[in-house]
């Protein structure tokens, strides 16, 4: 069902970019790991896409502009001397001054970021902080040959060395940081039928911070601009039908994956409205990530913006 129609007006992208403008992200060198890279060209890669940006890593510290909203994010560590590149993934978190070290090198190759999701940021960063006590037994091993050399730890650590050496060395470890992630303990996330609630409670008191705060993390700024746009025209539309809050849910189905973490659909039809539809009808698209419930998309019947 897609019956809104949105006509976009340009002083509200202004609007949307300064709502989900993040503070940066810093990042450092450990004492380590600028010994050890001396001699490396190193730099900072947003993600894999032609169109990343790419951030000069000569001095200690460097900060990139967070254009995700995301609590974490994964971003890649680039190696270069004048015969050799290495790529290494990393894990960043917003609130956080990000160290370069081999926890750093180690928990950005063998945790699946995906499935990390599931936590918030102080769960996430909590975790992160306990992997050498979680890898007690391996973390001696990777610790040696990072100490004996950064060129030496990065062919240690690549699959191009053989795809059977390299899970030999590092399945052991991966496997225990997966069971580890799975073990830990997240509060209970707010029933859909209750975010609902308050979301139609808040279009009805025109609650604009508390329902822009409602969207999917690391949402694309085409995404962000509609979800910020729509409200201003379920305000209008609301107010039309005499501010209803009371639904019935009359369709439930799992939707497709977003970032395989777990996401759900409802349409819900709305009840004691006035006006001349004698049925009117939403759309919710809700996600699981970051330890919280988001609303991904939402819709409804008979709303045209102009």
């Known amino acids: 069902m897609k019956t ?13 970019t300064t709502v989900f403008a993040s503070q940066g992200v810093v990042i450092e060198k450990s004492d380590k790991f600028t010994e050890l890279s ?10 894999p896409t032609k169109n ?12 990139i502009a967070d254009e995700h909203g995301a609590p974490f994010q994964r971003y890649y560590l680039q190696l270069a ?10 894990v960043t978190f917003d609130d956080k001054t990000n160290v370069i070290d081999l926890n750093a090198l180690l928990f950005g190759q063998l945790i699946d970021t995906s499935k990390l999701k599931k936590l918030d940021s102080a769960h ?26 950064l060129a030496d730890y990065l062919n240690y650590m690549s699959i191009e060395a053989g795809f059977d050496n390299y899970i030999a060395r590092t399945g052991i470890a991966g496997d225990k940081l997966t069971q580890a992630l799975k073990e830990v303990k997240m509060p209970p996330l707010v029933e ?3 975010l609902m609630t308050e979301f139609i409670k808040a ?14 993390p690391n949402s694309s700024q085409r995404d962000s601009g509609i979800y ?9 539309y609301f107010d039309s039908i005499g501010n209803p809050t009371k639904f019935n849910i009359t369709r439930e189905t799992q939707g497709r994956s977003f970032d395989l973490n777990s996401n759900k659909y409802f349409i819900i039809e709305l009840l004691e409205h006035k006006g001349r539809r004698e049925k009117i009808e939403m759309e919710f698209m809700f996600v699981d990530t970051y330890g919280g419930r988001f609303i991904a998309e939402y819709d409804i019947t008979g709303v045209h913006f102009r």
């Open 38 to 47: 001396n001699g490396f060209k190193v730099s900072v890669r947003t993600g």
């Open 124 to 149: 996430a960063f909590s975790f992160y902080n306990r992997l050498e006590r979680i890898l007690s037994q391996e973390y001696g091993t990777f610790e040696q040959v990072y100490k004996g050399g």
């Open 203 to 216: 279009v009805n008191q025109k609650d604009k911070t508390w329902l822009l705060a409602q969207q999917r």
């Open 192 to 194: 859909h039928q209750q």
């Open 52 to 63: 990343a940006k790419i951030y000069d890593f000569s001095t200690n510290k460097i900060t």
């Open 4 to 16: 809104v129609t949105i006509f976009i007006a340009s002083f509200l992208v202004l609007f949307t």
């Open 228 to 236: 910020a746009r729509g409200l201003n025209v379920l305000f209008e």
């Open 81 to 90: 001397t004048a015969d050799r590149e290495w790529a290494k993934e990393i």
